[in-house]
């Protein structure tokens, strides 16, 4: 069975653009999680997906947004990128919201 | 604000020695509480997780203690292995919705043979 699967792998971007990645969950997994790694701040949770609607959401500005497709592939967005954003972007799957998660190898973000 | 204290921060064990990772917690309402392990250029793998019903759990080399008076909890690696040399995290998750966990700092092992 394929793991999670992150879109692109490596992204560099200059402040002020915006930038999309993209999860593919496990297959039959429902419920898509989104978090932020950084070496000062750890993993901090962004949000939640599950049946296409946001369930949870951590403290994270609105200029970072997510959505989940029919399919349980999601994206999540930043705009108006900030050097602060440079990031590994983890996406976890779980069959539902009882379960453990499966993390993906991650979207490696650079801002300039 | 840190809801998941991790100490240590990094750890040097000898090959066939115990790794002892510490955890403390503030929000009693957490009922999940899975460890985390994490290699170089790969997302965090559940190592092991425990509730609060249950004192330890075992799972080969890796044990979690669990003492919730004190809301702490612990990862042990008996033998660890040059392989063990990880990040590991530990984490907490509320009732309801186990995908939004909070994260400890990390703890970066090194196992010297």
């Known amino acids: 069975k394929a793991g999670v699967t992150q879109t692109p792998r490596y992204l560099i971007k200059t402040r002020g653009q915006q930038v999309t990645l993209s999860c593919s969950p496990i297959?039959?997994?429902?419920?898509v999680s989104w978090y932020q790694q950084t070496p000062g701040q750890g993993l901090q949770f962004l949000f939640e997906?599950?049946?296409?609607?946001?369930?949870n959401k951590g403290n994270f500005p609105g200029r970072f947004s997510g959505r989940q497709f029919s399919n349980s592939r999601s994206e999540m967005n930043v705009s108006t990128l900030e050097l602060g954003d440079s990031a590994l972007y983890l996406c976890?799957?779980?069959?539902?919201?009882?379960?453990?998660?499966?993390f993906g190898p991650g979207t490696r973000l650079t801002v300039l | 604000q840190q809801q998941v204290k991790q100490s240590p921060q990094s750890l040097i064990v000898q090959k066939g020695g115990i790794s002892i990772i510490n955890c403390a917690y503030e929000?009693?309402?957490?009922?999940?509480f899975p460890w985390y392990q994490q290699f170089p250029g790969k997302g965090p793998a559940l190592l092991i997780a425990?509730?609060?019903?249950?004192s330890e759990k075992k799972e080969g080399r890796f044990t979690i203690s669990f003492n919730k008076s004190a809301k702490q909890f612990s990862l042990h690696i008996m033998d660890s292995q040059p392989g063990d040399s990880a990040t590991y995290f530990c984490?907490?998750?509320?009732?309801?919705?186990?995908?939004?966990?909070?994260f400890g700092i990390g703890t970066k092992l090194q196992v010297i043979p």
């Open positions: 997906y599950f049946s296409e609607t946001q369930r």
């Open positions: 425990i509730r609060p019903d249950v």
């Open positions: 976890a799957s779980s069959l539902d919201r009882a379960n453990e998660q499966f």
């Open positions: 929000n009693t309402a957490f009922d999940y």
């Open positions: 984490a907490a998750g509320l009732p309801g919705g186990y995908q939004k966990v909070t």
């Open positions: 297959s039959g997994h429902r419920s």
